[in-house]
């Protein structure tokens, strides 16, 4: 059979050696209302050669942005990766290792999670990170309660700005909705698409635990920070900022810089490809005082019996193979292998690379905004700076998506769905990846010329 | 001397530098033409930030040696035997990297319209059907990102559940041998946890839960196998004992790999079950991670299931959101779609006779290790095992050898280590998983490694107590890493290695 080498030969000596006459005699001693059910009806197994065929089938009823021009981001970016982030991932050694328990023979794991750990600070102006979390929403989840372990027990109301991307609103409410003493409340946004401080400030109080806002927030519009901060120290209440597109920080001021508590996100932007938007990762990073807080795996440096560097996974008393019930998370996972595309991606980029296709995107998005606007005769919905998406309203949504996708083209997403008050408003999305021709055609599209 | 110093030395030379300290001011190796557009005064500049310090400046070249070498210094299934106790470290299939990549999977965008994505749709529908016929369960969630994850998403569809019926209850019940997740999942789901102990022979009995089972517990947790590789053979009067008394019964499906032909979770009378897709269904664990965790209840759990819900309609598959009783979403868009087109491959590759046949030649496997180690090492409990043995030190403990030496001579020899000092009931345990994708001749190379050091113990015991020799570091100092927690580089940091 596929890929168990057994022999006949193999088997009945093995079975000798066991002492057993049958295979079925392995597993004699299991009741025999189980087994005689058991039989798996599924079809024969097919050759690679019929496995190939039959996936590029279903590859083929799938649109992908090689045979469609798409502006769609909304939390999943379509970003360059060099061939060397490929490269190296693929490489068995990374792909086909466990968690790194056995720390003498992992050091290339761990040593890449450091790297990235220190990465991910320098990206978010953070003091530490952990080596990650399955996504930007669980992330943003997994801040909230971590907020719940640092805060007084008199502090348990949670606001979360409605612009905050709405599939990461779902899922913090999802995650604390069994806990009987946490309570959200919702943080409108104003004209300017920008979570409103005004408002803010007035829901803010005694029993606030933390404030949760999007930078860049959902409608690419970068928050001002500082004030939402200053807002949040009045209350004593904590800031978590979640980033979906993190390339942004290659350019914005970094959550860091305003004194955010805890920073999180979504870090498929750095080298990971979309793929219907996972596999992904969720960065998790905050101030050193509260490390302890912290869910998930964490690498730390150390030495061997001979004075070497070495890397460690460390503090493990807050996890659950050790704490169990008691534990910071339930969270065994750390997305290792999508966290080294990250940190071969920005390694690559590096310094001036970084900044410099954060600029791109700035470049091309703004660019095309303009030009849908002045062109395409579309208004912008909100008038805060945004990086490389923003909101705009057309006169008639439906008819402009389907004159559109009549020429191959999606050009954004639609807000209504998530925002009733939002009617025609659509998200765009520009990335490197829309070449200035691309964005042409669909001012053309959309203008009618 | 001269010669070991000399050695000393050059050992130090070929220790990796971090990324951070190698490169030179102004390198990258990124090149994007000079771009038209100008950002100039399209995001005011007091929101833009300084250039990021100590950010890596290398070129290409320079990028991949760096993480070419610490590759290097890995060990992986493809370059050792890995026989690490419930994580079924079996092959994973290149096919699967191959389909997973091409354009029309690895390009594709979530907030597209379901009819630009009906190859996704499709697959994601069929594997939900594979996977409910594996488990002979009915409906399933493909979201949950791991097993953890898939956890904590079927307490909270019995909570839910039960919530509706009026009272979502207070307790899960654990075995004292289950994975750390379980306890820690039921705590994240706002549940107490009652532990129950196994009995003499490693499995629970059915007194022991009837004595827990109140109408204060909403579940009972169960692994089945359980972690000490044995099979729950009174499980169908467990559960007939938690659900006459209205709870719930969970099978943590860490341990599939023993099951696949030979006994489905669904006709034991679990209600709901998780699969760690990236142990049986043979994905990458990528060093810790990306899998999936899909959850499969039976039909009374259905509409608490996570949104959207994928439906086949005439031909067309649809995304469904109207389901006013789900627990809402565990993570964004469709979950780790990548480890799930990667399990559908190795189903359609396998098919329904070739999962059988993995499953029963990971039980031989796992029972020829078991025999030909039984006189040397000291069996935890002696009774029939699955697809997984568990020994213990206690014969080598005499010379003052404990498990963690025996793991870490194993990487003398070559060959990564089962898990050790788990579960935590088995004092010393090793617990050791060869899985179905390795020969005969690799289970017997091993052997005669573990029984090599049976004998080291015995006469040489300071060779393996000051084990590992050969890798690339010796034992690391993991009480100095905690205490002075160095989690990050920083520009200018001295490496005091005092």
């Given at each position: 059979?596929r890929?168990t080498?057994h022999t006949a030969a193999?088997?009945?000596r093995?079975l000798q050696m066991?002492g057993?006459?049958?295979?079925?005699?392995?597993?004699r001693h299991?009741p025999k209302?189980?087994?005689d059910?058991a039989?798996?009806?599924l079809?024969?197994g097919?050759t690679?050669?019929?496995v190939r065929?039959?996936l590029?089938?279903l590859?083929?009823?799938?649109?992908?942005?090689?045979d469609?021009s798409?502006?769609?981001?909304?939390?999943?970016?379509?970003?360059?990766?060099?061939s060397?982030?490929?490269?190296?991932?693929s490489r068995?050694e990374f792909?086909?290792s466990?968690?790194?328990?056995q720390?003498e023979v992992?050091?290339?794991?761990?040593q890449?999670?450091?790297?990235y750990?220190?990465?991910?600070c320098?990206l978010?102006?953070m003091e530490?990170s952990?080596?990650?979390?399955?996504?930007?929403?669980s992330?943003?989840a997994?801040a909230v309660?971590m907020?719940?372990?640092?805060?007084?027990a008199?502090?348990?109301?949670?606001?979360?700005s409605r612009?905050l991307h709405?599939?990461?609103?779902e899922?913090?409410?999802s995650y604390?909705?069994n806990?009987?003493?946490?309570?959200?409340e919702?943080?409108?946004?104003?004209?300017?698409?920008?979570?409103?401080a005004?408002q803010l400030?007035?829901?803010?109080?005694?029993?606030s635990m933390c404030?949760?806002?999007?930078?860049?927030?959902?409608?690419?519009?970068?928050?001002?920070?500082?004030?939402?901060?200053?807002a949040?120290?009045t209350?004593g209440?904590?800031?978590?900022t979640?980033t979906?597109?993190?390339?942004s920080?290659?350019?914005?001021k970094?959550p860091g810089?305003f004194?955010?508590?805890i920073?999180?996100g979504e870090g498929?932007?750095l080298?990971?490809?979309?793929?219907l938007?996972?596999?992904?990762?969720g960065?998790?990073a905050?101030?050193?005082?509260f490390v302890?807080?912290?869910?998930?795996?964490l690498?730390g440096?150390?030495?061997?019996?001979e004075?070497r560097r070495g890397?460690?996974l460390?503090?493990?008393?807050?996890?659950?193979h050790?704490?169990?019930?008691?534990a910071?998370?339930?969270?065994c996972?750390s997305?290792?292998?999508?966290?080294?595309?990250a940190?071969?991606?920005?390694?690559l980029?590096?310094?001036?690379?970084?900044?410099?296709?954060?600029n791109?995107n700035?470049?091309?998005?703004h660019?095309?905004?303009a030009?849908?606007?002045q062109e395409g005769g579309l208004?912008?919905?909100?008038?805060a700076?945004?990086?490389n998406?923003f909101?705009?309203?057309?006169?008639?949504?439906?008819e402009?998506?389907q004159?559109?996708?009549?020429?191959k083209v999606v050009?954004g997403i639609?807000?209504?769905?998530?925002?009733?008050?939002?009617?025609?408003?659509?998200?765009?999305c520009?990335?490197e990846?829309?070449?200035r021709?691309?964005?042409?055609?669909?001012?053309?599209i959309?203008?009618?010329? | 001397?001269s010669?070991?110093?000399a050695?000393?030395?050059?050992?130090?030379?070929?220790?990796?530098?971090?990324i951070?300290e190698s490169g030179?001011?102004?390198?990258?190796a990124?090149?994007w033409?000079k771009e038209d557009?100008?950002?100039?005064?399209?995001?005011?500049?007091?929101?833009?930030r300084e250039?990021?310090a100590?950010?890596?400046?290398l070129?290409?070249?320079e990028v991949l040696?760096?993480?070419t070498r610490?590759?290097?210094?890995?060990?992986?299934?493809?370059?050792?035997?890995?026989?690490?106790?419930?994580?079924?470290?079996?092959y994973?299939?290149?096919?699967?990297?191959?389909?997973?990549r091409?354009?029309?999977?690895a390009?594709?965008h979530p907030?597209?319209?379901?009819e630009?994505?009906?190859?996704?749709?499709?697959?994601?529908?069929?594997?939900?059907g594979?996977l409910?016929?594996i488990s002979?369960?009915?409906?399933v969630?493909?979201?949950?990102?791991a097993?953890a994850q898939g956890e904590?998403t079927?307490l909270m569809?019995?909570?839910s559940?039960?919530?509706?019926?009026?009272?979502?209850?207070?307790?899960i019940i654990?075995p004292?041998?289950?994975?750390g997740?379980?306890?820690?999942?039921?705590?994240?789901?706002?549940?107490?946890?009652?532990?129950?102990?196994?009995?003499e022979?490693?499995?629970?009995?059915?007194?022991?839960v009837e004595?827990a089972?109140d109408?204060?517990?909403?579940?009972l947790?169960?692994?089945n196998?359980?972690?000490?590789?044995?099979?729950?053979t009174?499980?169908?009067a467990i559960?007939k004992?938690?659900h006459a008394?209205?709870?719930?019964?969970?099978l943590d499906?860490?341990?599939?790999?023993?099951?696949?032909?030979?006994?489905?979770?669904?006709?034991?009378?679990?209600?709901?079950l998780?699969m760690?897709l990236h142990?049986?269904?043979s994905t990458p664990?990528?060093g810790?991670?990306?899998?999936a965790?899909?959850?499969?209840?039976?039909?009374?759990?259905k509409?608490?299931?996570?949104v959207?819900r994928?439906?086949?309609d005439?031909?067309?598959?649809?995304l469904?959101?109207?389901?006013?009783?789900s627990?809402?979403r565990v993570?964004s868009?469709?979950?780790?779609?990548g480890?799930?087109?990667?399990?559908?491959t190795y189903?359609l590759s396998?098919g329904?006779d070739?999962?059988e046949?993995a499953?029963?030649m990971?039980?031989?496997?796992?029972?020829?290790?078991?025999?030909k180690l039984?006189?040397?090492y000291?069996?935890?409990?002696?009774e029939p095992?699955?697809h997984e043995?568990?020994?213990?030190?206690r014969?080598?403990?005499?010379?003052?050898?404990?498990?963690?030496d025996i793991a870490k001579r194993?990487?003398d020899y070559g060959y990564?280590?089962?898990?050790i000092y788990f579960?935590?009931?088995?004092s010393?345990?090793?617990?050791?998983e060869?899985?179905?994708?390795?020969?005969p001749e690799?289970?017997?190379?091993?052997v005669?490694a573990l029984?090599a050091i049976?004998?080291?113990a015995?006469d040489?015991?300071?060779?393996?107590?000051?084990?590992?020799h050969s890798?690339p570091?010796r034992?690391?100092d993991?009480a100095?890493?905690a205490?002075?927690?160095?989690?990050?580089w920083?520009p200018g940091?001295s490496n005091?290695?005092?």
């Open positions: 059979m890929y080498p193999d088997k009945a093995m066991v057993l006459d049958a295979i079925e005699d392995l597993y299991i209302t189980l087994t059910r039989k798996i009806h079809p024969e097919l690679e050669l019929a065929q039959r590029a089938a590859a083929s009823r799938n649109a992908p942005v090689t469609w798409m502006f769609l981001g909304g939390g999943i970016y379509h970003h360059f990766i060099p060397a982030v490929d490269a190296t991932i068995s792909s086909t466990y968690t790194p328990y720390p992992s050091q290339g794991t761990l890449a999670l450091f790297e750990q220190t990465l991910i320098q978010t102006g530490v952990n080596a990650a979390v399955y996504d930007g929403a992330a943003a997994e309660l907020s719940r372990r640092i805060q007084p008199s502090r348990r109301r949670v606001l979360i612009a709405p599939q990461y609103r899922v913090v409410a604390v909705k806990l009987e003493d946490m309570h959200l919702e943080v409108p946004f104003d004209a300017s698409g920008a979570t409103d005004e400030a007035a829901l803010l109080g005694e029993d404030v949760v806002v999007g930078y860049p927030n959902f409608f690419g519009v970068i928050e001002g920070l500082a004030l939402i901060k200053a949040c120290a209350a209440a904590q800031l978590i979640v979906t597109e993190p390339l920080l290659g350019l914005l970094p810089d004194g955010v508590d920073a999180v498929q932007s080298g990971v490809p979309m793929s938007g996972g596999r992904a990762f960065f998790f905050c101030q050193k005082k302890r807080s912290l869910p998930g795996r690498v440096e150390t030495v061997d019996s004075g890397f460690v460390t503090l493990a008393t807050r996890e659950q050790i704490r169990r019930e008691k910071t998370s339930n969270i996972t997305q290792t292998l999508c966290t080294l595309a940190t071969v991606f920005m390694s980029l590096g310094k001036s690379g970084l900044r410099r296709l954060a791109v700035v470049a091309r998005a660019g095309a905004q030009k849908l606007v208004k912008p919905t909100f008038t700076p945004f990086f998406e909101v705009l309203r057309a006169p008639n949504l439906n402009l998506l004159k559109c996708a009549a020429e050009p639609a807000l209504e769905p998530w925002y009733p008050e939002l009617k025609d408003c659509f998200l765009v520009v990335t990846m829309n070449e021709e691309e964005i042409d055609r669909l001012v053309r959309i203008g009618g010329k | 001397m010669e070991s110093s050695e000393n030395k050059a050992s130090r030379v070929a220790e990796p530098k971090l951070f030179s001011e102004g390198r990258s990124f090149y033409p557009g100008s950002v100039e005064g399209a995001i005011p500049s007091s929101m833009l250039e990021i100590g950010f890596p400046e070129g290409e070249l040696r760096h993480f610490l590759s290097q210094r890995n060990f992986a299934i493809e370059s050792q035997f890995y026989p690490l106790g419930s994580c079924t470290m079996k994973n299939p290149k096919i699967n990297e191959v389909v997973a091409l354009p029309g999977f390009q594709i907030m597209a319209a379901a630009l994505l009906q190859g996704a749709l499709a697959l994601l529908h069929d594997l939900e594979m409910a016929e002979g369960m009915e409906h969630s493909l979201q949950p990102s097993g904590l079927g569809l019995i909570r559940c039960l919530s509706e019926k009026g009272n979502p209850r207070r307790n654990v004292d041998t289950a994975h997740t379980n306890p820690a999942s039921s705590t994240l789901c706002g549940y107490g946890v009652l532990q129950i102990s196994s009995n022979r490693g499995v629970i009995d059915v007194a022991a004595k089972m109408e204060d517990v909403a579940a947790m169960i692994t196998p359980n972690t000490l590789g044995l099979f729950e009174n499980i169908e559960t004992v938690v008394k209205g709870g719930l019964v969970y499906g860490a341990n599939l790999n023993a099951l696949m032909g030979i006994a489905k979770p669904g006709h034991m009378g679990v209600d709901v998780h760690n142990k049986t269904f664990h990528g810790g991670g990306p899998g965790g899909p959850v499969l209840v039976r039909d009374q759990l509409d608490y299931l996570p959207p994928i439906v086949e005439g031909g067309q598959f649809k469904d959101s109207d389901c006013p009783k627990i809402g993570r868009f469709f979950g780790n779609f480890v799930l087109v990667r399990a559908y189903i396998l329904g070739g999962l046949d499953t029963r990971a039980l031989l496997n796992a029972n020829y290790i078991r025999k039984e006189k040397s000291h069996i935890a409990y002696d095992c699955m043995c568990i020994f213990t030190d014969i080598q403990h005499r010379y003052g050898v404990s498990t963690l194993l990487l990564h280590p089962p898990t579960p935590l009931v088995v010393g345990a090793l617990m050791i060869p899985t179905e994708t390795e020969t690799t289970l017997d190379g091993f005669d029984l049976a004998q080291e015995k040489d015991p300071e060779a393996v107590k000051n084990a590992p890798t570091v034992r690391l993991e100095r890493a205490r002075k927690p160095v989690l990050r920083e940091a005091d290695r005092s």
